[in-house]
């Protein structure tokens, strides 16, 4: 099983955009899918149609409760997802005296017994606190989606080497599964400029498939789809399947023997 977070602590990245829409094309790969909506804005959650979530995920958080508890089944085929709520904004606060609280959904996700699933992925507010802290622990992999902007740029430096802070301190296992070009105006230069910039500066990091600008993907949410079933052979769908079938790559890569 893979277990991906959703990390870009800049805002309006598209680390929801494609948790939703990721999570759609794995399972229409076959793939069985838990979505862990772990941003208080609950986005990812109401665009699956999750709307005034109780308290389970804070329960889980900061209370005995089991993930178990909070999982709900999604109106896809082998999607499960667990929904966020407001409240999660509370989780700081609550786990300020906690002891090890940047563990606390990695140890309630492991002693879930077996696990269905072949892929987590976690979508993660726009903040590298407790939260994020808690997805960067529980996955073994990040997923960095970029605006395809020169602004956007500037804090990945500074995100990666969160991401390396933390695999040296808390979760030697995390890997960069890739950085993911969101929002490419193939008809822009900067756009263009912005791309190469980004595969040169972090060679070999930067998924092959790209997501371009796509009017449908910001549409989707208010129809309570993934654009899977909302606008079905849009570039947005065609764009997420790539990336499917290239994470589903990795997955044979990552089983090939090393030479
Ligand atoms: N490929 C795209 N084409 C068009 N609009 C997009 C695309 N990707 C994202 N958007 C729009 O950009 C905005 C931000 O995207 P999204 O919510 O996915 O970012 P986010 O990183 O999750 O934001 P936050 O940090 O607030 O959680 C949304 O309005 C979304 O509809
Ligand atoms: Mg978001």
């Known amino acids: 099983m893979r277990t991906i977070a959703i990390v870009n602590q800049k805002g309006g990245s598209g680390k929801t955009t494609t948790a939703v829409n990721l999570a759609a094309t794995l399972a229409e790969a076959g793939k069985k899918v838990l979505l862990v909506d772990l ?16 308290k389970a995920l804070y329960a889980v958080m900061t209370e005995d409760a089991k993930l178990e508890s909070a999982i709900e089944k999604s109106s896809i085929d082998n999607l499960d997802i667990v929904p966020s709520s407001p409240l999660l904004a509370g989780v700081e606060k609550a786990l300020s005296n906690e002891v090890a609280s940047e563990t606390i959904l990695k140890h309630k996700f492991f002693k879930i017994p077996n696990k269905p699933w ?68 193939n008809r822009t230069k900067h756009s263009q400029e912005v791309l190469s910039q980004l595969r040169s500066r972090f060679e070999g990091k930067v998924y092959q498939s790209v997501i371009r600008e796509n009017i449908r993907l910001a549409e989707a949410p208010l129809h309570l789809k993934p654009i899977t079933s909302y606008a079905t052979s849009c570039n947005g769908a065609q764009d997420y399947r790539n990336l499917a079938k290239e994470l589903i790559g990795q997955e044979k890569k ?3 023997p090393s030479s």
């Open 39 to 54: 941003d208080p804005q609950a986005s990812a959650s109401l665009w699956y149609g999750f709307k005034e979530m109780g």
């Open 118 to 185: 072949d892929y987590l992925l976690i979508d993660c507010p726009p903040t590298l606190g407790i939260l994020s802290l808690n997805a960067l622990t529980t996955a073994n992999e990040v997923l960095v989606p970029v605006e395809a902007h020169v602004m956007a740029l500037h804090g990945l430096v500074q995100l990666l080497k969160t991401i390396s802070t933390v695999k040296q301190r808390l979760n030697p296992d995390l890997e960069i599964a890739g950085i993911l070009a969101c929002r490419v105006d």
């Open 254 to 256: 990552a089983t090939l």
